[in-house]
């Protein structure tokens, strides 16, 4: 037994008749736990809004030293210039309109079709043994190329256009909803089964409800890529929408309107995510939101 420790019932006794504290060791350090800082709305939305307007700062200044030509892309006074005009007599407003139509309808299209296939092959052994394997292999098939086949097989007008954003739409929504309905728990699947819960009942009671964050986030995919596909199908020939408005500015050399598209469907694609966002919030109260806990 070495001196220290043998000195050491004495010293715990002098210290129990003293009345004073050990003292702590040196190698010892008080945890202290890490307390998440409560943040406000307006702080995240500050932090958020830091990088366009840096983006926007540095567009300016590069404009105004003339590092950013008028013909390579206008300035931010005369992008604004330009909304106003569109939007003045009118061009921008129909546009948008038409463009949204086509996105919306091809989206939808594309939601019912993956939902219902994801369900079908993730759900059911006899569909996923029919349909997987064929879908997987039309998956791989870039949407971009069924451009031209899709202009001999419907022509120039808007069923090819909205069949087009439908094609790009339904598969991300379909691996999300395989993938989301056969991970739900099997126990829980055959516990409502033995209360006598059918196949319509099952899914829409206990399977759905199971694979939703898998389902916002297809739908977030396929929202996406909505905006993806609308540019490509806009490029079909349009006599309307924002594509078209952007194959007029070309033959002008109008970096303005050109720039004013980009922002569009940009802005198109944000508000896409923003809605998708917000029913996540709705639907799954519970969940953390991403980045809280850093």
């Not at 043994?129 to 808007?158: A, H």
């Not at 516990?191 to 199971?210: I, T």
Request: glycine share 10%.
């Amino acid at each position: 037994m070495s001196d220290t420790a043998a000195a050491s019932p004495g010293l715990v006794r002098r210290e129990a008749d003293s009345g004073e504290p050990a003292a702590p060791h040196t190698g010892l350090v008080r945890p202290r736990p890490q307390l998440r800082r409560a943040r406000g709305r307006g702080y995240a939305l500050a932090v958020r809004t830091v990088g366009p307007v840096l983006l926007l700062a540095l567009w300016w200044v590069a404009s105004a030293t003339g590092l950013l030509t008028p013909d390579v892309l206008a300035s931010p006074g005369a992008v604004f210039r330009a909304v106003g005009e569109l939007w003045g007599n009118g061009q921008l407003p129909d546009a948008l309109t038409i463009s949204l139509t086509r996105s919306g309808l091809g989206l939808l299209i594309g939601l019912a079709a993956g939902l219902t296939l994801g369900i079908t092959t993730g759900f059911t052994r006899l569909g996923d043994e029919l349909l997987d394997s064929s879908i997987q292999t039309l998956r791989t098939i870039p949407f971009l190329s069924l451009v031209p086949l899709f202009m001999v097989w419907f022509g120039i007008n808007e069923t090819a256009k909205v069949l087009l954003i439908a094609v790009a739409t339904t598969f991300p929504m379909y691996v999300s909803t395989s993938s989301g309905v056969r991970n739900t728990d099997p126990k829980l699947i055959e516990a409502m089964r033995s209360f006598g819960l059918g196949r319509l009942a099952l899914v829409r009671e206990v399977v759905l409800p199971g694979a939703l964050p898998s389902l916002l986030a297809g739908l977030r995919l396929s929202m996406t890529l909505s905006v993806i596909a609308l540019i490509a199908a806009e490029e079909i020939n349009a006599t309307a929408g924002i594509g078209y408005l952007m194959s007029q500015a070309q033959s002008y050399a109008r970096t303005d309107v050109l720039a004013v598209c980009i922002l569009v469907y940009g802005l198109l694609g944000l508000t896409a995510d923003i809605v998708v966002r917000l029913l996540e919030r709705l639907l799954m109260p519970w969940r953390t939101p991403q980045g809280a806990t850093r």
